[in-house]
């Protein structure tokens, strides 16, 4: 859908925040042959923009996708985000999925969080095996994260996979279970193994982490019914920006 028809969505569905779209470039590390900056500077200037569009057409906290091409970029972020105060951020770490390449990349990420005077929260995109050496890095440093995959919904549903807990590590072995059910209890494996591991680490210390992502960065009750004011008010002076489109249920009655 369109990104107006996804913000409509997004209110309508009481959703309290919305991350910058995820986008790639090809070559991000010090030293590789360098992607040409004019891709760069497009797909930034689209992620700010959505960025101003989440913050001004919805209710929901914008939360900044980080990616860069080299130190200047870096600082600049680190900058950006002192500034405006944001205490969480978003990385897609789909697109690095050698541990060699991974690995200097989320060096990237805690260099820019070093530089901001506060602990951050970072929604990691990154699959389980890689869950471990990402909470651990961003925890030595007094950072907490959420690990966002499809992993191990991916694993029973499609692979047949269930997922279990070998050793302290994550193990996939062959089951005749329906997939649904795999899909759930794979959640539930990945989530304790998750929870285990941030367990060892002081920033966990004392629960309710999944608050931080609010915490600092979410409007006061103030400010969000100044901001749903002055949404409804632009509604009321503009057409329309979409017609209604029928459900199947309307279209068949």
Request: neutral net charge.
């Amino acid at each position: 859908m369109d990104r107006p028809e996804l913000y409509d969505e997004a209110e309508q569905q009481g959703i309290e925040a919305i991350t910058g779209p995820t986008f790639s470039i090809s070559s991000e590390r010090e030293g590789d042959p360098r992607t040409p900056a004019a891709q760069n500077v497009i797909m930034q200037k689209r992620h700010h923009k959505v960025l101003a569009e989440i913050d001004a057409q919805t209710t929901a906290t914008p939360i900044p996708n980080l990616y860069w091409r080299g130190r200047r970029d870096r600082e600049k972020w680190a900058e950006w985000l002192e500034e405006n105060q944001v205490q969480v951020v978003y990385r897609d770490f789909t697109m690095t999925t050698q541990k060699e390449n991974f690995r200097p990349e989320l060096a990237g990420l805690i260099e820019i969080l070093g530089r901001v005077d506060r602990p951050m929260h970072v929604l990691a995109g990154v699959g389980i095996g890689k869950a471990k050496w990402t909470i651990r890095r961003l925890g030595e440093k007094g950072h907490t994260c959420s690990i966002i995959t499809s992993g191990p919904i991916y694993t029973g549903v499609i692979g047949g996979k269930k997922v279990t807990r070998e050793n302290g590590d994550i193990e996939k072995t062959e089951s005749d279970a329906p997939r649904p059910t795999l899909a759930q209890e794979n959640l539930d494996v990945a989530e304790a193994y998750l929870q285990n591991i941030a367990s060892e680490l002081s920033p966990y210390e004392g629960g309710g982490v999944a608050n931080r992502v609010h915490k600092g960065q979410d409007r006061s009750k103030e400010g969000r019914e100044a901001r749903e004011g002055k949404r409804r008010h632009q509604a009321a002076k503009s057409t329309p920006h979409r017609s209604h489109r029928p459900r199947a249920s309307e279209e068949t009655s």
